[in-house]
């Protein structure tokens, strides 16, 4: 059997100077080959335990590989995107970006994720340069609630994710109204790079590093407030008994998403490497979907993205009886 290899080249020692978050995503250049490719420096990302990618990490190089090919003073503002195939942590990915159109103010692209000759994963996105002016604009943003606030990693319903992850997330239980139902829970956490973002990498590595947090946890929200908690923490992270883990575990036959769209707000007033408060919710779940949505806030409060994203939920044969649950 031939041996699988994880990326194109032999990957460079980490940049000492860069994050954890920084290194893991870095992208190197198949220009030589064709304008506007590239492709994983280092093996793609996957969590303890997965057989597949993590999801945040194509989502993340797709949009690194998108802002290589626009100036600096363009930011994304819409990144719109598909799950084709599950992709393998052992296989190099090609990202071919397509410059759909380039404009004064706004700039498109669209970039295909292709692994062993199949596109796995494609995503459009839209790139808005920075107003400087003054002059008169609408504007209004939801706040961040204040029970956000409070979550510490001093809290007992929290929990620290291990910096191994490259991230550290802070949890709180769910929060839900008098009576309500399950499309009015409200789970939240915190999160941040586990190490600083190095100044060089500028307003898009924050862009990047946000992207792929935006996906942590993220589908597993629409699982968790139909009590099916353990897609919502890594097996090794829970605080469940080891007999609803096996329950939980029955229960859940697959979860995969199919989608992800994020809105990016302020793309220049926060850091990856602070605090960013998450505020999950799933309007809808039915017909062996779910739909979750999320805001993200930046430590000082600032609404800086809004996400969106539709997945495969699936009981098992025993499970699904119960109509219950969902």
């Known amino acids: 059997m031939m041996k699988s290899n994880p990326t194109f080249f032999q990957p460079p020692a980490a940049d000492p100077t860069k994050s954890g978050i920084e290194n893991m995503l870095e992208l190197t250049s198949l220009a030589a080959i064709k304008p506007d490719l590239f492709t994983n420096t280092r093996p793609l990302y996957r969590h303890p335990g997965a057989r597949g990618i993590y999801g945040g990490s194509v989502v993340a190089q797709c949009l690194a590989a998108a802002q290589k090919t626009v100036p600096e003073s363009f930011d994304v503002h819409s990144l719109h995107c598909y799950f084709l195939l599950a992709g393998d942590s052992e296989c190099p990915i090609t990202y071919a970006v397509v410059r759909v159109r380039d404009g004064n103010s706004f700039a498109s692209r669209a970039v295909d994720a292709i692994q062993k000759g199949c596109r796995i994963f494609t995503t459009s996105m839209s790139f808005v340069r920075q107003n400087g002016s003054n002059s008169r604009i609408l504007q209004h943003a939801i706040s961040l609630p204040d029970e956000i606030r409070t979550i510490t990693e001093n809290r007992a319903s929290t929990h620290e994710v291990s910096k191994a992850n490259l991230t550290i997330t802070h949890r709180e239980k769910i929060s839900t109204e008098p009576n309500g139902k399950p499309r009015s829970y409200k789970l939240r956490q915190r999160i ?40 919502y923490a890594d097996q090794e992270e829970t605080s469940l008994s080891k007999n609803d883990r096996e329950k939980t575990q029955r229960d859940l036959s697959m979860i995969v998403s199919l989608d992800h ?66």
């Open 261 to 326: 769209s994020i809105y990016f707000y302020e793309p220049r007033k926060f850091r990856a490497d602070e605090w960013i408060y998450q505020e999950m919710t799933s309007p809808w779940v039915g017909h062996g979907r779910g739909v979750v949505m999320q805001h993200m806030f930046s430590e000082d409060g600032t609404l800086i993205a809004t996400c969106y994203q539709e997945g495969v939920l699936r009981l098992s044969e025993a499970t699904s009886k119960d109509t219950s649950k969902l």
């Open 192 to 231: 941040k790079s586990a190490e600083r973002i190095s100044d060089d990498g500028g307003a898009q590595a924050h862009l990047v590093a946000l992207a792929f947090m935006s996906d942590r946890n993220f589908l597993g929200a629409a699982a968790v407030i139909n009590k099916l908690y353990q897609s």
